[in-house]
C-alpha cells in the first residue's frame, strides 16, 4: 500500500471574507502516492480552487490539506512550491526567457550545479517529446500552443517535484493536438511516476488520464470512482457528463 | 532680419544656448528617473501609496509650466532666480509619464505569468526583479522618452525666471517681434526633441520582449 502523498481533510473555502460564500465545502480525500487523478466537473465547481489549495495558491478557511503527511500551512511556502510542478493552460511561459531558461527556473532557484541543471534539461525535454538543441535558445513566442505546452510540462517536472498539479492543460489546444499531448502525457506520466492531480471538465480527457476520477459540484465532492468504474456511476451529475460526452455504460472508448 | 543669416551671425550664441538646454534637460531627467522608477516599485510592492504618489505627480503635470516656475521662485532653498529652480520645476514635470509607465509596466502583466511564477516558488523579490522588472522594461523607456520631449520644450520657458537654454531666443524673439529670433531657438528645440524621441525610441524596441 502506497503512502499518502496528499490529503484533503473536511476543506472549506468561501470567497473571500467580505462574501462569505461557499466554494468548496467538506472536501475529504486522499491521493496516494504515484496516482493520477482527475478532478472533474463544471466551470465553477471549485475544481481548479481545490487544485490550487496543494500548493497554497488559494488559502481554505477550514479543515486541513496535508502534503506528504504535513499540513500545507506549517510548510515554508517557497519550499512547499518548489517541490511541486504546475501547469496551467496558458502555460504561463516567461516571455523573456528562452525555452531552456524557462524550463531550469526552478533548478536555478534552487542553485544547482550548473552542469546537473544542463542534464536535466536534457531530461525533461525528451520526457515530453522535445529535441533538446533544437528548443534550447527558441523563446515561448516562437513555438506552437502544443509546444508550448510541452514545455510548460517539462518546467514542471524540472526539479524533479513528488507532485504534479495539472489545471486544464490540453485545454487550449486543437483536437488533434491535444490527443497527441494526452498521449505525450500517458508515455511521460509511464516514465515519471509522480503524483499527478489533473482538473478537466472533459470526461474522455478524465477517462483517458486518471486511474481515479472525482467529480465536483457546487464545492462538494459527489462521487470518486476508479475509471472503470465511473462509467457505471449512478448519479445525476455523472450522467449529465456521460450523456454530454456521448459514452454509455459498456460502450467506452 | 532673415533666419538664416541670424542663424549665421549668432551660431555660437547658439550652440551655447543649446548646450545650456541639453545640461538643464539631462540633469532634470536624471533626477526624475531617479526619483520616479524607485517610486513605481514601491507603489506596486505597497499599494496603498498608490493613488497618493499618482494624485500628487498629477497635479504638478495640471499646473501651467509658466505659472508653476513662477510658483517656485519665492520659495527658499528650491527655489529663486535660475538653473536650480528650474531644474526642480523640469522634475515635477516629467515625474508623471515616468511614474505612471513604470507602474502599468510592473503591474500590467498577463496574470498567467504572475500565477506560474508564484507557482514555481518564487520570492516576492524574485517575481519583481525576475518577472515583472524585465517585462515592463520597455514600458519604462516609454514613460523615460515621453517625459524627455516633454521636458525638451518646457525648458524653453526656463528662460522666463533667467536658466538659460534655447528659450532665450524664444523669448526675445517675441519682444522684439521678429520670426528668425523666435525661430533660431524654437529650431534646435525641435530636432532635440524628435532627435530624443527617435534614438529612446529604438532603445525601446530593442529592449521590448513581446
Same mark, same amino acid.
Given at each position: ?10 476543506? *472549506? ?5 467580505k $462574501?462569505? !460564500?461557499a466554494i468548496?465545502?467538506g ?6 502516492d504515484?496516482q ?5 466537473g463544471?466551470s ?6 481545490m487544485?490550487k &489549495?496543494? $500548493?497554497?495558491? @488559494?488559502a481554505f ?5 496535508l ?5 500545507v $500551512? =506549517? ?9 511541486i510542478?504546475y501547469?496551467? !493552460? ?9 525555452v531552456?531558461?524557462n524550463v ?11 552542469e546537473r ?6 531530461e525533461?525535454?525528451d520526457?515530453?517529446?522535445l529535441?533538446?538543441?533544437d528548443?534550447a ?8 500552443g502544443g509546444?508550448?505546452q510541452?514545455?510548460?510540462v ?7 517535484p513528488?507532485i ?7 485545454g487550449a489546444?486543437?483536437p488533434?493536438?491535444r490527443?497527441?499531448?494526452? !498521449?505525450a502525457f500517458?508515455?511521460?506520466?509511464r516514465?515519471v511516476a509522480?503524483?499527478?492531480v489533473?482538473?478537466t471538465?472533459d470526461l ?5 488520464l486518471?486511474? @481515479?476520477?472525482?467529480l465536483l459540484?457546487?464545492g462538494? #465532492?459527489?462521487?470518486?470512482?476508479s475509471s472503470?468504474e465511473f462509467?457505471?456511476l449512478?448519479h445525476? =451529475?455523472?450522467?449529465q ?13 | 532680419? $532673415?533666419?538664416?543669416s541670424f542663424f ?7 550652440l ?6 541639453l545640461?538643464?534637460?539631462?540633469v532634470s531627467m536624471?533626477i526624475?528617473v531617479a526619483i ?5 516599485f514601491?507603489i506596486?510592492?505597497f499599494p496603498?501609496g498608490r493613488?497618493i504618489?499618482?494624485a500628487?505627480?498629477?497635479?504638478? !503635470? =495640471?499646473i ?7 510658483f517656485l521662485?519665492?520659495?527658499p532653498?528650491? *527655489?529663486g532666480i535660475?538653473?536650480r529652480?528650474a531644474?526642480?520645476a523640469?522634475?515635477?514635470?516629467a515625474?508623471?509619464?515616468?511614474l505612471?509607465?513604470?507602474?502599468v509596466?510592473l503591474?500590467g502583466?498577463?496574470?498567467a ?5 508564484e507557482a514555481m516558488?518564487?520570492?516576492?523579490r524574485q517575481i ?8 515592463a522594461t520597455?514600458?519604462?523607456l516609454a *514613460? #523615460?522618452r515621453?517625459a524627455?520631449?516633454?521636458?525638451i *520644450?518646457v525648458?524653453?520657458?526656463?528662460a ?5 537654454g534655447?528659450? &532665450?531666443f ?11 529670433v523666435i525661430l533660431?531657438?524654437?529650431i534646435p ?8 524621441d527617435?534614438?529612446?525610441?529604438l532603445?525601446?524596441?530593442?529592449l521590448?520582449?513581446?
Amino acid at each position: 500500500m502506497p503512502k499518502t502523498m496528499i490529503e484533503f481533510q473536511d476543506v *472549506g473555502c468561501v470567497l473571500n471574507a467580505k $462574501n462569505p !460564500q461557499a466554494i468548496l465545502s467538506g472536501i475529504s480525500l486522499e491521493i496516494a502516492d504515484g496516482q493520477v487523478v482527475a478532478l472533474l466537473g463544471r466551470s465553477g465547481s471549485g475544481k481548479t480552487t481545490m487544485l490550487k &489549495t496543494v $500548493n497554497r495558491l @488559494r488559502a481554505f478557511t477550514s479543515g486541513d490539506v496535508l502534503v506528504d503527511g504535513r499540513s500545507v $500551512n =506549517t510548510w515554508d511556502v517557497i519550499k512547499l512550491r518548489r517541490r511541486i510542478g504546475y501547469v496551467i !493552460q496558458e502555460t504561463g511561459l516567461f516571455p523573456h526567457l528562452t525555452v531552456e531558461e524557462n524550463v531550469c527556473v526552478v533548478p536555478h532557484l534552487e542553485r544547482w550545479p550548473a552542469e546537473r541543471t544542463r542534464s536535466r534539461f536534457r531530461e525533461v525535454m525528451d520526457l515530453v517529446g522535445l529535441h533538446a538543441d533544437d528548443y534550447a535558445r527558441r523563446y515561448p513566442r516562437e513555438l506552437s500552443g502544443g509546444q508550448r505546452q510541452r514545455v510548460g510540462v517539462a518546467r514542471a517536472l524540472a526539479a524533479d517535484p513528488a507532485i504534479l498539479l495539472m489545471d486544464e492543460p490540453f485545454g487550449a489546444l486543437d483536437p488533434i493536438t491535444r490527443a497527441d499531448l494526452q !498521449q505525450a502525457f500517458l508515455n511521460t506520466a509511464r516514465r515519471v511516476a509522480k503524483t499527478i492531480v489533473l482538473v478537466t471538465h472533459d470526461l474522455r480527457e478524465a477517462l483517458l488520464l486518471a486511474s @481515479r476520477i472525482v467529480l465536483l459540484d457546487a464545492g462538494r #465532492i459527489v462521487a470518486s470512482a476508479s475509471s472503470n468504474e465511473f462509467l457505471k456511476l449512478d448519479h445525476p =451529475t455523472a450522467h449529465q457528463f456521460i450523456a454530454a460526452s456521448e459514452l454509455r455504460t459498456g460502450t467506452a472508448a | 532680419m $532673415n533666419f538664416w543669416s541670424f542663424f549665421l551671425s549668432h551660431r555660437h550664441e547658439i550652440l551655447t544656448a543649446t548646450r545650456e538646454h541639453l545640461v538643464l534637460v539631462c540633469v532634470s531627467m536624471a533626477i526624475a528617473v531617479a526619483i520616479a522608477v524607485p517610486v513605481g516599485f514601491l507603489i506596486v510592492a505597497f499599494p496603498r501609496g498608490r493613488s497618493i504618489a499618482l494624485a500628487i505627480a498629477n497635479i504638478f !503635470q =495640471t499646473i501651467p509650466s509658466l505659472a508653476l516656475f513662477g510658483f517656485l521662485i519665492p520659495i527658499p532653498f528650491l *527655489g529663486g532666480i535660475g538653473t536650480r529652480t528650474a531644474i526642480v520645476a523640469l522634475v515635477l514635470y516629467a515625474l508623471l509619464p515616468i511614474l505612471r509607465n513604470t507602474y502599468v509596466g510592473l503591474t500590467g502583466i498577463d496574470p498567467a505569468i504572475l500565477e506560474a511564477a508564484e507557482a514555481m516558488g518564487m520570492t516576492e523579490r524574485q517575481i519583481m526583479f525576475r518577472v515583472r522588472l524585465p517585462l515592463a522594461t520597455s514600458f519604462i523607456l516609454a *514613460g #523615460i522618452r515621453t517625459a524627455a520631449v516633454i521636458t525638451i *520644450g518646457v525648458a524653453t520657458i526656463a528662460a522666463a525666471i533667467g536658466a538659460g537654454g534655447l528659450g &532665450t531666443f524664444i523669448f526675445r524673439g517675441v519682444a522684439m517681434v521678429s520670426n528668425a529670433v523666435i525661430l533660431a531657438g524654437a529650431i534646435p528645440s525641435a530636432l532635440l526633441a524628435l532627435l530624443a524621441d527617435y534614438s529612446l525610441g529604438l532603445l525601446e524596441r530593442k529592449l521590448k520582449v513581446v
